[in-house]
């Protein structure tokens, strides 16, 4: 397992942006799987990105051409740019990491993200 630490949530306007980091501690982050979640109050836990160590990478429809996973070996760090967000991104945000054909086995504490309307 790896240590997560989300950084970057906030309160923004519907239209605006916010790029979230998340910082992984040892040694094995380049061979991770990382992955952004959601969950929003009353709802399930909601997949929304994912890259593989060699930069492959996913999106969930309800994001797709707004946000943009991406990773930076060099300093243990997955992004995830947001762009044109809407009130329902509203939730908390989680990376988590996992070994590949495995599932996710270490998650951060999550980070909020409110867009007012």
């Known amino acids: 397992q790896v240590q997560l630490v989300e950084s970057g949530g906030g309160l923004v306007q519907a239209g605006g942006s916010l790029r979230l980091s998340c910082t992984a501690s040892g040694r094995t982050f380049s061979s991770r799987t990382m992955g952004w979640f959601r969950q929003a109050p009353g709802k399930e836990r909601e997949f929304i990105a994912a890259?593989?160590?060699?930069?492959?990478?996913t999106h969930a429809d309800s994001v797709k051409d707004r946000f943009t996973i991406s990773r930076d070996n060099a300093k243990n760090t997955v992004y995830l740019q947001m762009n044109s967000l809407k009130p329902e991104d509203t939730a908390i945000y989680y990376c988590?990491?996992?070994?590949?054909?495995?599932?996710?086995?270490?998650w951060g504490q999550g980070t909020q993200v409110t867009v007012a309307s």
């Open positions: 988590a990491a996992k070994t590949p054909f495995h599932p996710y086995d270490s």
């Open positions: 890259i593989t160590s060699s930069g492959a990478s």
